[in-house]
Structure formats: structure tokens, C-alpha cells
């Protein structure tokens, strides 16, 4: 049984292309078939971030209009089994696509995939539209900010009223020193506030930087804590129960201050 | 109030002026129906409850906002309204 996981975000630059390429590629680590498309037609992205930019022949406008056919617009990521990119078009603008277009061509890749990953462009107009309309599910990526939780909770109602359910959040790139100063809400005042349940927690890391530099994502370095983060992310996707490493952290340090002051939890 | 009181009780603490901000913004997005709408709700709902609990009528507060199913799994609308009561008329008898 195939899935389709579209990721989105209210606010621009929170971290959505970065999630794609690096749950995606965490899946195909596992032995999945995945392939991720490009949604955000127009400023083309994920190709350079998972480091396929010089193999894109055809994109995902060349094959709603039949320009090409599905699988030879496909790029194999060779460095990972199972993998594969839809790049988006970048000379096009977003209404080159509609929904239906997209729905059908989620369907022809369930044939194939185990998993079909949806990079959303961000905002709420047709891009967005488009983006979930073969959807399964979605994923709601915020930042630990006022402006970016905001959008979040605007995203999560207009994917509830168009029947995609229950998105599941990811916080990208907590500051743990922040939180524990109290100048960063923590993970339990986002998903209090947003009234979503949570599929991982991505703390705010270097390596992201040095890895999209590279082209390889983090998911791969088996060091960085980006990486661990997102590789349980990848199992929680696939249904398993992995506790959040982040969250426990924070706990063990409220503990020891109620503690310190003698208050009860 | 009792927020404002939670704010300068932790005292500068950044993270706990956002969440109220967040809170109290959010309100507003989320109660996508018009104010218009929301004053007639608020007029009937006094009107009929007066007829059994005299109420601070100037201190009702309604709002359509999001919450979490009762079985928890399911986020869904909602109205809430705080109605502060002044005294209860012979209810129930
Ligand atoms: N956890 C993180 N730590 C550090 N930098 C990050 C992290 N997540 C994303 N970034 C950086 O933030 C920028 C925006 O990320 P991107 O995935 O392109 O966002 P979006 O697709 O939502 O616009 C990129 O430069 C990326 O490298
Ligand atoms: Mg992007």
C-alpha cells in the first residue's frame, strides 16, 4: 500500500524542502521506494538540496502536458536504492499544473512507490492547492517563532477543511539553549497551542548547512543530531513509536528546576 | 486578566509573552465568522439565559475557535462561551 505525505508550511523558509529530502531519503535508507516531487514550480529547489541538479532532463510540467513520459522525467538518486526526483519547472509559474493534473499523476505513482513525498510551495493560493490535492496526509513544518506558528495553525484549517485530517507538526530548528533560558516556546506550548499531534522535533543544526552545501542530506551523516532527529522522524512516518529525544531533554531540565525550587510537577 | 497575571509573574521570560500573543492572535484567525454574526449569538444566548440565571451580561465572552475532540483524536470547531452568572433564580426548583 502506497502513501502520499504532502509537506507543507504556512510560512516560507521554515524548513519543508530540507524535511522532503530528508525523510525521503531517511525511507529509501530503509528499503522503501520513494520519490519525491517538486511541487514549488517556478523556484525549484529540491533538486539542488539532494544534490540531482545536473540530471534533470524533463519536470513534472513536461509530464502533465504530456511532453514527456512519467518515467523518463524521473531521476534516479544513484546513491540511494529506491529513490527518485520529480523535479519542478522552473520557466513555468504554478497555475501550469491543476489539481485534478496532480491528483492523477499521485495515483499513477502509487503503481510504483511505497511512499510519495510532496514538497508544497509556500502560502495558501493555487501552488498549495495543487500541491495537496493527491494527498494522503500532510505535515505542518513550523519554527519555534510567533510568525511561523501562526501561519502553521492557518494551514492546519485549510488542510482539515479540505478533508486531510489530523496533519501531524514538525518543529525545525529548536534551540535547546534558547528553550531553557525561556526564550524559545517549547515543544509542548506549540502543540498545545496548535491542538496537532507531533511526528518529530529537528533541532536547529549546522550540519544542514554543511550538508545542502554538499548536496547530501543530513539524514545520511549518522554524527549529526539533525540527522538522528530526522531518521526517527522516518519511522514514525512508517508507524513506529520513537520517543522524542528533544522533548525528554527539556523534561529532565524542568524537573531539576522544579526540584531546585521545590515546586510539584 | 489572569494571563496578564501569568505574564509578569515569569517576568521577562520571551517564550511566555509569545505564547500568550499566539494564544490570544489565534483566537481572532481562528473565528472566521463575522463580528456581526458573533453579537447576535452573544444577544440570543443572553436573552435566553436570563429567562433562568441572571448573568454579567457585559462580561459574556463567546468565541469560535478550535479544540480537540473529547476522544482526543480529532481536532474539530468549537464554541466557547464564558458566562460569568451573578446569581442563580430559583433554578432548577
Ligand atoms: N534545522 C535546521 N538547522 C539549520 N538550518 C536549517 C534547518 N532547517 C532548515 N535550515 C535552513 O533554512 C533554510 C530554509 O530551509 P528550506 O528547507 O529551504 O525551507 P522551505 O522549503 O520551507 O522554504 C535553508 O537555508 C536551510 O538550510
Ligand atoms: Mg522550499
Given at each position: 500500500m502506497s502513501e502520499v505525505i504532502v509537506i507543507t508550511s504556512g510560512k516560507g523558509g521554515v524548513g519543508k524542502t530540507t524535511s522532503t529530502a530528508n525523510i525521503g531519503t531517511g525511507l529509501a535508507l530503509i528499503g522503501k521506494k520513494v520519490v519525491l516531487i517538486d511541487a514549488d514550480i517556478g523556484l525549484r529547489n529540491l533538486d539542488v538540496v539532494m544534490g540531482l541538479e545536473n540530471r534533470i532532463v524533463y519536470d513534472l510540467v513536461d509530464v502533465v502536458e504530456g511532453a514527456c513520459r512519467l518515467k523518463q522525467a524521473l531521476i534516479k538518486d544513484k546513491r540511494?536504492?529506491?529513490?527518485?526526483?520529480?523535479?519542478?519547472?522552473?520557466?513555468?509559474?504554478?497555475?501550469?499544473?491543476?489539481?485534478?493534473?496532480?491528483?492523477?499523476?499521485?495515483?499513477?505513482?502509487?503503481?510504483?512507490?511505497?511512499?510519495?513525498?510532496?514538497?508544497?510551495?509556500?502560502?495558501?493560493?493555487?501552488?498549495?492547492?495543487?500541491?495537496?490535492?493527491?494527498?494522503?496526509?500532510?505535515?505542518?513544518?513550523?519554527?519555534?517563532?510567533?510568525?511561523?506558528?501562526?501561519?502553521?495553525?492557518?494551514?492546519?484549517?485549510?488542510?482539515?477543511?479540505?478533508?486531510?485530517?489530523?496533519?501531524?507538526?514538525?518543529i525545525n530548528r529548536v534551540k535547546m539553549d534558547m528553550v531553557k533560558r525561556g526564550d524559545m516556546m517549547t515543544i509542548d506550548d506549540i502543540i498545545d497551542i496548535l491542538a496537532v499531534d507531533l511526528i518529530g522535533v529537528v533541532p536547529d543544526d549546522e550540519n544542514i548547512i554543511i550538508s545542502t552545501n554538499r548536496g547530501e542530506p543530513v539524514v545520511s551523516d549518522m554524527k549529526s543530531r539533525a540527522g538522528q532527529a530526522y531518521r526517527n522522524i522516518t519511522r514514525r512516518v512508517m508507524g513506529e513509536q520513537v520517543p522524542i529525544i528533544d522533548l525528554d531533554i527539556e523534561k529532565g531540565f524542568m524537573d531539576k528546576l522544579r526540584k531546585l525550587f521545590g515546586i510539584k510537577a | 486578566m489572569l494571563d496578564l497575571m501569568k505574564i509578569f509573574n515569569h517576568g521577562n521570560r520571551s517564550k511566555d509573552i509569545a505564547r500568550e500573543r499566539l494564544k490570544l492572535v489565534l483566537v481572532h484567525d481562528r473565528a472566521n465568522v463575522s463580528p456581526q454574526f458573533l453579537e447576535m449569538l452573544k444577544s440570543e444566548i443572553i436573552k435566553v439565559i436570563s429567562n433562568y440565571i441572571e448573568i454579567q451580561d457585559d462580561e459574556l465572552d463567546i468565541q469560535v475557535t478550535r479544540t480537540r475532540s473529547d476522544e482526543g483524536d480529532r481536532v474539530v470547531p468549537a464554541l466557547i462561551a464564558n458566562i460569568p452568572i451573578r446569581n442563580m433564580k430559583n433554578a432548577g426548583k
Open positions: 540511494y536504492d529506491g529513490l527518485y526526483l520529480l523535479p519542478a519547472a522552473q520557466t513555468k509559474d504554478k497555475t501550469a499544473v491543476n489539481p485534478e493534473q496532480m491528483l492523477n499523476l499521485c495515483n499513477d505513482l502509487r503503481e510504483e512507490f511505497d511512499y510519495i513525498l510532496i514538497d508544497c510551495p509556500a502560502g495558501i493560493e493555487q501552488g498549495f492547492k495543487n500541491a495537496i490535492a493527491g494527498a494522503d496526509r500532510a505535515i505542518v513544518v513550523t519554527t519555534p517563532e510567533v510568525s511561523a506558528v501562526r501561519d502553521a495553525d492557518r494551514i492546519i484549517g485549510l488542510l482539515e477543511a479540505n478533508e486531510l485530517r489530523n496533519p501531524l507538526l514538525l | -
